[in-house]
């Protein structure tokens, strides 16, 4: 599981305590982008006394996306053959991974859901929610996909999954780059399954995720999607 950390000091030991406690055959790599408040001495001290904790430094904060992406190049150099994605502040519960792991069976790419029936969201306020409820809908709209909740972060990858979707073409850094990953899984003709979870909202250290940030990658989103619309139909027109 790739955990990407920055000012994640007050939650890192607590996750990844809790998600070895759940998952003991699951190893752990906190991918940290040089968070001014310790996180990446507390990551360094975690992975001195457990063999499955591993730490990645980077050196500035470079986005969600490009901590993942950096996170993904290391476990597939290193030879997993299944590699996830969680956050570290709490808000995916590492207890109910083993929901995600035991989807896998059938699927490219497992998606935690807040959105499909028995998901939830705990916490959260009425616009937050309205806003990332909102947001999902019109990722469905414009990029014509099914899956409910493109924007989560807790997901299960297969190997052939990540090395089929050109992760070295990915561009996009910030929260949008979940609904890219997922619509090039589906792009590619793999198998997308989502499986319900409680999405929990943290209880310590500050959300990175804003009223700004949410509009900005729906503008992101909203971009990307006309240009993936216009290719369609350019290729499209090619065959006919």
Known sequence: MVVPTY?????????????????????????????????GAVADRLAAADDAISVVHRTEKAGLGAAYLHGFDVALKAGYDVIGEMDADGSHQPEQLQRLLDALGTADLVIGSRYVPGGSVVNWPIQ??????????????????????????????????????????????????????????????????????????RERGNSKMSGQVARESLRMITRWGLSERRAQLSRSRGKA
């Open 7 to 39: 000012n994640e000091s007050e939650n890192i030991e607590w996750i990844v305590g809790r998600l070895r406690a759940a998952q003991p055959g699951v190893d752990v790599m906190i991918v940290d982008d040089n968070s001014p408040d310790g996180t």
């Open 128 to 201: 937050r929610l309205a806003l990332s409820r909102g947001g999902n809908l019109y990722v469905r709209l414009l990029l014509g996909i099914k899956v409910k909740d493109a924007t989560a972060g807790y997901r299960l990858f297969r190997r052939a999954t990540l090395e089929a979707i050109d992760l070295g073409s990915v561009r996009s850094t910030g929260y949008v780059f979940q609904t890219d990953l997922a619509y090039r899984t589906l792009a590619r003709g793999m198998r997308v399954t989502e499986v319900p979870i409680e999405f929990v909202e």
